[in-house]
């Protein structure tokens, strides 16, 4: 009976985050699912510190990384990126967008996904209107290759430092060694796909007018000090990812603050405008997956997927990165792929040892490749929603599906191909 309930409860949140029924936040849906999961007494109240503690390394990391990348986009840092992106293509619109998820592949990969959607969203925005162009091909962009580019480095996404936690072979050479040529894939992929989607909306030119301005003095100083702190953490980022556990969320926490005080030495620190670049309802989103999948798991399903995950892997290496892939994506544009993560992070141990490798790898093809399909996928595509949302503009649920389900189950099925021969 519980089990039913659960289920219930669970897909009536999710029916809930995907439609929005009177523009109800996804932070609240998820919040409430996780309300009447306790009170239904399937999850327990001890569950919601466990929650907290277990994921502090999560709410930490995006925390500071949206402080972060608010004061960086504050010291005009990713407009100048973009500006300098729009002078490279030369008025043409075409290469704009080539330009942009260059910049956004490179935002990722260093930076993690989310810090793309976060600065790369309001900035490629307010660029492609004062240009007079179609925004819908360039904001696509921005949060397609925040997860596309995110499985580069281990502190591409922080899914990849979730899963290095519990397994420890997912080291900085590891990805290296077996993820970065199907990353390298995935992104030529996206980009193809995007020239050849948005062909009829890229024939045009524009002119660069008003879109380039010079930097004050006192701007300049912020620019380069923001520029500085920023490669500072990306470099930090990089040799914490080697630490077990991997300590991304105090990096970006000591980040955050670094450049807070640089920003209020410079008397430039405008809090409203900070607490206004925070989405906050990312982290009532993310407690409030976290606490139903405790629940779900009090039921016994972490249990029977290992053994589905057991029986279907079978032995080799394609055909279990093929499974975990397969899982992961359908299970991120599910219930998000942080939760999802978690699921697989302790599921994969229940299976047969010669099979994990493979899981592992095929998972962080899955949770970082497959949220592309839906909005829900990954909280890089929420925050692009938030901000696209505050701007006026809203991108619907179906209008971002027909687009995923063009581009991701191609990335999805070479990524897993180049593994599988990676791995055998």
Known sequence: MKEALAL??????????????????????????????LVAGIAKVGDMGSVLHDNLTVFD????MMVLTTLAEEAGVFERL?????????????RLLLSILILGTLISTFLTNDATALVLTPVVYALV?????????????CTFIADTASMTLPISNPINIILAQRFPDLTLGAFLHYLLLPSMAAIAIDVAAFAVIFRRSLTGRFAMGEASVALEGGERRAFHLAVLI???????????????????GAVALAGSGLLLLVTHLQGRLRWRELGRGISWGIFPFIAGMFL??????????????????DRLAGTGA???????????????NLINNVPMVAVMQATIPTVHAVSQPALVYGTLIGCDLGPNLTVVGSLSTMIWLLLLRRRGLEI???????LGFVVTPMMLLVCALLLGALLG
């Open 292 to 309: 139903m999948v405790r629940g779900i798991e009090h039921q016994g399903a972490t249990h029977q997927l290992g053994l589905l995950l």
């Open 129 to 141: 209107v004062r240009l007079r162009l179609d925004a819908l091909p360039y904001v696509f962009a």
């Open 230 to 248: 920023l490669l500072l953490v990306g470099i930090a980022f990089v040799a914490a990812s080697q630490l077990r556990p991997a300590p991304v």
């Open 396 to 402: 619907s649920s179906l209008h971002y599906a027909r």
């Open 318 to 332: 394609l055909r279990p990165v093929a499974v975990a892939t397969l899982f992961a994506a359908a299970g991120s």
């Open 82 to 94: 973009a500006i300098a992106a729009a002078r490279l293509a030369g008025g043409s619109s075409l």
């Open 8 to 37: 219930a409860i669970f897909a009536a949140t999710l029916l809930a985050v995907l439609t929005r029924p009177r523009g109800l936040p996804e932070g609240a849906a998820a919040a409430a699912g996780a309300a009447a999961m």
């Open 61 to 64: 990391f995006f925390l500071g």
